[in-house]
């Protein structure tokens, strides 16, 4: 009986160990993945800017910024948007998590653009130097002490 239990508490603590194994790899994709989502995103903002000098030079531009030809909200406009959601919605110095301000933003009738909404929401947030982040991996944010 005791051979019986030690050898269940060895398959469990195998199985325990292969667990928090993947559970670090899953972490370290994600943000792997995270950084990858955020060179695509300052690159799109390079090429849009390239676009309007392009625009500009050629003399097809009406002098609209690229973020007003399409309702959907990215780069540093998406940033802006939910910061100032943010100040208004949400108490100072009171944490949020991403999910719950992603909702606050649609709330407003604000479309998120990109393939992932959320992930695009995310990528703009998190680099804002108006928020910060609280804890390691939490996803919670707050507004930045002025």
């Known amino acids: 009986m ?6 269940l508490e060895g398959r469990l603590h ?19 993945l995270r950084g990858l989502a955020d060179q695509l995103e300052e690159r799109t903002q390079r090429d849009e800017h390239l676009l309007e000098e ?7 531009s009406t002098q609209l ?7 959907m909200l990215r780069g540093q406009r998406l940033q802006e948007v939910a910061v100032d959601i943010l100040r ?11 999910k ?5 933003v649609q709330d407003e009738g604000h ?8 992930a695009t929401f995310l990528s703009q947030v998190h680099r804002a130097p108006e ?3 609280t804890g390691r991996r939490t996803g919670r944010y707050r507004l930045a002490a002025a």
């Open 131 to 133: 928020v910060e982040r």
């Open 65 to 71: 910024r690229i973020e007003s030809l399409s309702p």
């Open 54 to 60: 392009l625009a500009a030079a050629l003399g097809v």
């Open 2 to 7: 005791i051979a019986a239990a030690e050898s």
């Open 88 to 98: 208004t919605k949400w108490e100072p110095g009171r944490e949020i998590h991403y």
């Open 100 to 104: 719950q301000w992603f909702a606050l």
């Open 111 to 118: 479309r998120i653009g990109g393939k992932d909404p959320l």
């Open 14 to 32: 195998a199985e325990y160990e292969r667990l928090a194994a993947r559970v670090e790899d899953q972490r370290a994709q994600a943000d792997r």
